[in-house]
């Protein structure tokens, strides 16, 4: 079974300082993918990243970067510059390749970007 | 190129009644999955659709059935409608063919109400 686990269940930031939300994940499947979700209030849920479990850079887009370490399991994102509008909830996920292939999520962190 | 849609966005329904929700998946997207939100228990996976064939099932009860058409679209059911259904229901599509791990693309949502 696959476990994500977030401790962080909200999280204040500056504006335009940078931020990072915690994520820990637990599968003994070797092939998986690591995902980072926002979901604003409107409840949509916006991709933001991907990692797969076999590339060896982190992942970049944009301002969202994946602090990848895989002996410590973990995916942590960081957010450069944080802006207002990222002021949301932040889901991280992770999928396996083999068997069931649903996607597992974590509790969440509420990000509050202040001005 | 369009996003995911859900139909409709807002729903009321009463106990015992049943409930149908529709979810148009990106053009080209053949995987199609369907996920619960609510405040207690977070984001949890229903089923997964690809080619008209439900793939996978999470853990709910058969009062939760869905089904997948030949042109992608999906829709999911409950039956006998029960107050613990209220919940947000968000479907994603995927470029998902065979193996790997490609992110998910979320709809809005539809949120459900039971009285």
């Known amino acids: 079974a696959q476990k994500i686990t977030q401790t962080q269940p909200g999280m204040f930031v500056q504006e335009k300082e940078a931020v990072t939300l915690d994520c820990t994940y637990d599968?003994?499947?070797?092939?998986?993918?690591l995902f980072w979700y926002k979901q604003p209030s409107s409840g949509e849920m916006i991709f933001l990243i991907y990692q797969g479990s076999y590339d060896q850079q982190n992942a970049t887009e944009g301002r969202y970067s994946l602090n990848f370490q895989k002996a410590r399991k973990s995916a942590n994102l960081v957010i450069s510059a944080s802006q207002l509008g990222d002021s949301a909830m932040y889901f991280c996920a992770m999928r396996i390749t083999t068997g069931r292939r649903a996607l597992t999520f974590g509790s969440g962190t509420r990000l509050q970007v202040q001005p | 190129k369009a996003g995911v849609t859900q139909t409709p966005r807002y729903l009321i329904k009463t106990r015992g009644q049943q409930v149908t929700l529709s979810c148009s998946p990106i053009s080209g997207h053949r995987s199609v999955s369907w996920y619960q939100q609510t405040p207690g228990q977070g984001l949890q996976f229903l089923f997964e659709y690809f080619s008209e064939t439900q793939r996978n099932k999470g853990n709910f009860p058969g009062r939760f059935s869905g089904r997948q058409f030949s042109n992608s679209r999906s829709e999911m059911n409950v039956s006998t409608l029960e107050l613990g259904d209220s919940a947000l229901y968000l479907c994603a599509s995927s470029p998902l063919t065979s193996g790997g791990v490609y992110e998910q693309y979320f709809g809005p949502g539809t949120r459900l109400t039971v009285t």
């Open positions: 599968t003994s499947d070797p092939s998986y993918g």
